[in-house]
């Protein structure tokens, strides 16, 4: 498993970059992840990331973009507006998970 | 005298309801069935209705006709399971008590989930094939459809048959060029994936597929709405696919009465065990096929391999002993691909399909990833398989777990992702 150093930390990634150890992310992390990829957190992607970061250890994936929707009640629509193209796999990027199962 | 209730008397239902009540002593274990209605659907054959290939009859038998002696098929709603009391309500009152219940209500294409969709196009311009009736307006509106833009359109996974847009896009190629229309129509793939499908090698070589046959393939499409009066399907990030002929494969949702009963996720679908198939949250619950959440396609080949699994747990479970099977998300399909040919792929939750020889290695009949006739003819057989051997729950020649004999794993060199 290949490691990068992010924001001065050491930390396990997978080939795409998406970070694999649950436990080495920290906010001030995801900070920096969002920074590379274009990302300034507000307030609004705050609340979408902690949404990420505490339904993991309990459904073991990381959460769809209809889950963030209906269960934490952030619209799809403003997903795609803080995270632009792509939000599923930025904030999964952010948020240290996974990228969510597409289909099986 | 106890009582297995099983909700959903389709592919795993009927399956588990045969084997079970092999296995079950008459005196010990009463098993009902409850269904909306008596009509059991060979729903893999819907594919085919759109191009005039099989018919309503080929495609529908009674359900009671499969349930064995000593198998009670109730014919009604289910209003809720109250896990707590363990019983099912049903929406005429009656009421029942089970001391085990297996939830096999399936999935259910939800197009009313898109706004726009079922307005004024709706079987207009704009069809399904998932259901029945889908299928048949949709050849009625093929038969004269020669020219324009054919979108075919997945609004969200999860979705029942992953690989039958495919299919349907592949067969709907050939029955335009048989018809010397195919010059007259663009075909448009719109997909919220980022490729033809996620699994990579298949992605690449379903992808490669679908360019031979000038299929435009839009990807990352996440569906926002579509607008039935300029005709355009519109993503969430504002881009737009214009369509004479939409042929979409709505969202798709377990049952409301597993919502109602607070049983299911987000999509309505069971949280279980991926290995065991019982409920995260009740120790006398199982969800088994489409109704369950485990992160493996939604198919009649995935019911049956589970399946197999199952009744051995059960039978574990309820004489108190730990379960030591282990299901591994095992699924099998053949993709139709046009001019009698189909592939066949063969995979599980950790291991994507790749080519080879299926089922006896080296000797197949059937090619892997590959498009054969042998394979399309096997497509076809199914159908008497189906209703003949899987549904009574007699043996197939075929194992449960995935095998990767016979097969040519990619080397780390050629493996691709389907990051952009």
Redesign the interface.
């Known amino acids: 498993m290949p490691t990068t150093t992010i924001g001065g930390h050491e930390v396990h990634v997978d080939?795409?970059g998406f970070m694999t150890v649950y436990d080495e992310w920290s906010e001030e992390l995801g900070k920096e992840l969002a920074a590379q990829i274009g990302v300034d957190m507000t307030d609004e992607h705050w609340a979408a990331i902690r949404f990420l970061r505490s339904d993991f250890p309990e459904q073991g994936?990381t959460a769809?973009?209809?889950?963030v929707s209906?269960?934490a009640g952030i619209p799809?629509?403003q997903l795609?507006t803080l995270f632009?193209?792509?939000p599923a796999k930025k904030m999964a990027y952010i948020a240290g998970l996974p990228k969510p199962?597409?289909?099986? | 005298m106890k009582n297995l209730v099983i909700l959903g008397g389709g592919t795993a239902g009927t399956m588990i309801a045969n084997k079970l009540r092999a296995k079950l002593g008459r005196h010990d274990w009463a098993i009902t069935v409850v269904d909306r209605d008596d009509a059991h659907h060979y729903q893999p054959g819907y594919l085919f209705i759109p191009f005039g290939t099989y018919t309503r009859d080929q495609v529908v038998r009674s359900r009671h006709a499969f349930l064995p002696d000593g198998v009670e098929l109730v014919l009604a709603e289910v209003d809720r399971v109250d896990p707590d009391a363990h019983q099912v309500h049903l929406e005429d009152g009656r009421t029942l008590a089970y001391d085990q219940l297996v939830i096999a209500s399936g999935t259910t294409p939800r197009p009313d989930q898109t706004p726009g969709v079922m307005e004024e196009e709706w079987h207009r311009s704009i069809f399904e094939f998932y259901t029945l009736e889908g299928a048949e307006a949709l050849r009625d509106a093929l038969d004269g459809f020669d020219r324009g833009r054919l979108v075919v359109h997945i609004t969200?996974?999860?979705?029942k048959c992953?690989v039958a847009p495919l299919e349907f896009t592949f067969l709907a190629d050939a029955w335009l060029r048989a018809r010397g229309l195919r010059d007259r129509v663009e075909i448009v793939y719109v997909t919220?994936?980022?490729g033809a499908?996620?699994?990579p090698v298949a992605a690449e070589h379903l992808g490669g597929m679908l360019e031979e046959r000038k299929v435009h393939v839009e990807t990352?499409f996440?569906v926002?709405s579509v607008d039935p009066e300029r005709k355009v399907l519109v993503s969430?990030?504002e881009r737009e696919v214009p369509f004479d002929l939409l042929v979409t494969v709505p969202l798709n949702m377990g049952a409301d009465f597993v919502a109602r009963s607070g049983l299911g996720?987000?999509?309505n679908f069971v949280p279980v065990d991926k290995h065991t198939l019982l409920s995260k949250k009740y120790d006398d619950i199982f969800a088994v096929g489409d109704a369950s959440d485990i992160?493996?396609?939604k198919a009649g080949s995935v019911a049956h391999f589970a399946t197999e699994v199952f009744v051995g747990n059960f039978l574990e479970h309820i004489a108190g002993r730990p379960m030591t099977g282990s299901f591994d998300?095992h699924?099998n399909c053949f993709v139709e691909s046009g001019d009698d040919k189909a592939l066949l792929i063969d995979f599980n939750y950790d291991t994507e399909p790749l080519p080879g020889k299926y089922p006896l290695p080296g000797v197949g009949p059937m090619d892997l990833l590959k498009e054969t006739r042998a394979n399309h003819a096997g497509k076809l057989a199914f159908r008497w398989i189906y209703w003949n051997v899987l549904l009574p729950g007699r043996p197939m020649p075929l194992p449960a777990h995935m095998s990767m004999v016979g097969k040519r794993p990619p080397a780390a060199a050629t493996t691709h992702?389907q990051?952009d």
């Open positions: 080939d795409e994936e769809t973009l209809r889950r209906t269960v799809t629509k795609f632009p193209k792509k199962r597409g289909c099986v | 969200e996974m999860p979705i992953p919220p994936l980022d499908f996620t699994k990352d996440m926002e969430y990030d996720d987000e999509l992160p493996t396609s998300g699924a992702t990051e």
